[in-house]
């Protein structure tokens, strides 16, 4: 499977961005598509991720109550709104998706569990 992220941009303290991914080559009927992002310097962090078998939508903290992860299931296409963004926010944000229809829970946060990556898009929160 080919995914294409896009989106990212600069953005002033407090803005809003939606970035898409668009999965190709594959239908997506059960996977989860998660979004990653990794700092300047820093580790590769969870950001969120949608399972399609159940509709399921995780989060990590950092970014809870301020991040939104939806789905298109026709357009194969998972898109993260980000709204009262702040400049820690700054980071290549990937998407991927997981290895297995048939993730479970306790290891959608985990990196290993994805097995295709799309190339990121930069997302800079600055004034």
């Known amino acids: 499977v080919q995914l294409q992220a896009s989106g990212g941009g600069l953005v002033q303290p407090g803005g809003s961005l939606r970035l898409s991914c668009a999965a190709s080559g594959r239908t997506l009927t059960n996977h989860a598509m998660g979004w990653f992002r990794q700092a300047p310097g820093k580790e590769r962090e969870f950001v969120s991720a949608f399972r399609r078998r159940d509709g399921a939508k995780y989060y990590g903290d950092s970014v809870k109550g301020r991040f939104t992860i939806s789905s298109d299931s026709a357009k194969n296409t998972v898109y993260l709104q980000m709204n009262s963004l702040k400049p820690e926010d700054t980071a290549i944000y990937y998407c991927?998706?997981?290895?297995?229809?048939?993730?479970?829970?306790?290891?959608?946060?985990?990196?290993?569990?994805?097995?295709?990556w799309g190339q990121g898009t930069q997302v800079t929160v600055s004034s």
């Open positions: 991927a998706v997981s290895k297995s229809p048939g993730i479970i829970t306790s290891s959608i946060r985990i990196e290993d569990s994805y097995g295709s």
